[in-house]
C-alpha cells in the first residue's frame, strides 16, 4: 500500500511539472513571438518613413519620427516584459499554492489509510486474544493458575481495547463539538497516582517510578487529564525497552504546576518534535515500523493540553529517550 501511494504520487508529481514546465514554455514563445512582431513593425515603420520624409533635406523631422518609433518600440517592448513577468509570478504562486496543497492533501489521506489499517489492526489484535483466552477456558479444564493467567491477559487486552475505542470517540467528539468538558479543582497528584497504579497492573513487568508532590490542584475536565496522562504513558512504555524505567514526575514549577513523563527509548529529533502532535503522524516509515498504533495519542494530548491552558512539549533526555513536559498556567 504505501509503495502503491508513493508511485501513484510520483506519477502525478511527474505529470504536474511535465504541465507547469508547458505552461513556462508557452509563456516564453508568447514573449518571444510578440517582441518579434514588434522588432518587425518597427522595421517597417523605419523603412516607411523613409520613403516618405527625406533625410536630408529634413533631418531634423525625420530624426523626430525615427525617435518616436524607437520609443514605441521600447514601450511595446516593456510592456511586453511586463505582463509576461505578471503572468510568470502569478503562474508560479498558483502552481506553488496547488502543489503544497496537493502533497498536504495527499500526505493527510495517507496517514488516514495508515490510521484505518492502523485501527482495524489494533482493534483485531485485542478481540481474537480475548477471544481465543475465553475459548481456551471453555474446552479446557485449567488449573486455578492457568485460568487466572488468562483472566489476566484478557483483561489486559479489554482495557487495551477500552483505551484505543475512548481515544478515538474522544477525539471526534472534540473537533466536533460534541464533548461537553468540566473545569472543576481536582487533586492532581492522586489522578497521577490512579493512573500509575492502573498501568503497574496492566504492565507489571514495566518499572513505573513516580514522583509526585501531593495537593497538586489543576482546574479542568478529569477524564480528558486521565486521557492525557494515559496517552503519555502509553507513549513512553510503547517506544521504550522493557527493562528500563518511565518515570512520572509532578511538581510545582514556580507557581504552576508541571508534570513530566521521562522514558530512555530512542528519542525523537529535532526535526521531529513539531511533527508529532498533528493528527495521524507517526515516525518512521509506515511500511517498516515495528511498533503499533494510530496517531492520535500526542495528538489528543496537544489538544487536551490547550484547552486546559497548559503547553506541552518534549526534550531530549539524558543520557537518552524523550522527556514530555505539561505545564499547567491556571
Known amino acids: 500500500m504505501p509503495d502503491t501511494g508513493h508511485n501513484r504520487l510520483r506519477s502525478i508529481t511527474v505529470i504536474y511539472w511535465a504541465l507547469l514546465s508547458y505552461i513556462i514554455a508557452a509563456l516564453v514563445w508568447w514573449f518571444i513571438s510578440l517582441e518579434k512582431q514588434n522588432t518587425m513593425m518597427e522595421w517597417y515603420k523605419v523603412h516607411q518613413l523613409m520613403n516618405t520624409i527625406d533625410s536630408v533635406q529634413t533631418p531634423h523631422l525625420y530624426q523626430t519620427e525615427l525617435n518616436k518609433i524607437h520609443e514605441d518600440h521600447g514601450k511595446n517592448k516593456s510592456k511586453y516584459i511586463g505582463e509576461g513577468a505578471t503572468f510568470f509570478l502569478f503562474i508560479i504562486i498558483g502552481a506553488a ?3 503544497r496543497s496537493f502533497r498536504r492533501q495527499f500526505r493527510m489521506q495517507q496517514q488516514q489509510q495508515n490510521f484505518m489499517m492502523a485501527v482495524t ?3 483485531k489484535t485485542p478481540i481474537s486474544v480475548a477471544r481465543l483466552n475465553l ?3 471453555q474446552k479446557y479444564s485449567l488449573e486455578p493458575e492457568k485460568q487466572k493467567k488468562l483472566i489476566r491477559m484478557t483483561l489486559e487486552e479489554t482495557a487495551r481495547l477500552n483505551f484505543l475505542t475512548n ?29 500509575i497504579r492502573d498501568f503497574r497492573n496492566r504492565y507489571p513487568e ?34 521504550s525497552p522493557k527493562e528500563s524505567p518511565v518515570k512520572a514526575i509532578l511538581k ?10 521521562i522514558d530512555e527509548g530512542p528519542g525523537i529529533t529535532e526535526k521531529e518534535r513539531e511533527k508529532i502532535f498533528i493528527k495521524f503522524y507517526r515516525i518512521g516509515n509506515e511500511s517498516t515500523r515495528k511498533t503499533q498504533g494510530t496517531g492520535l495519542g500526542l495528538y489528543l494530548c496537544s489538544k487536551i493540553a490547550r484547552d486546559h491552558n497548559a503547553d506541552i512539549r518534549v526534550t531530549n533526555n539524558i543520557p537518552q529517550g524523550a522527556n514530555f513536559t505539561v505545564t499547567f498556567y491556571n
Open 252 to 261: 510545582k514549577e514556580q507557581s504552576h504546576v508541571q508534570l513530566q513523563i
Open 206 to 239: 514495566r518499572n513505573f517510578i513516580e514522583q509526585a508532590e501531593p495537593d497538586m490542584e489543576v482546574k479542568g475536565d478529569p477524564l480528558l487529564l486521565q486521557m492525557l496522562i494515559n496517552n503519555l504513558l502509553e507513549n513512553a512504555q510503547k517506544y
Open 97 to 99: 499554492f496547488v502543489y
Open 167 to 195: 481515544n478515538i470517540l474522544v477525539s471526534s467528539q472534540l473537533e466536533g463539538g460534541g464533548y461537553q468538558s468540566s473545569h472543576e479543582e481536582l487533586d492532581f497528584s492522586d489522578l497521577l497516582k490512579d493512573c
Open 135 to 137: 475459548e481456551t477456558m
Open 121 to 123: 489492526h489494533e482493534l
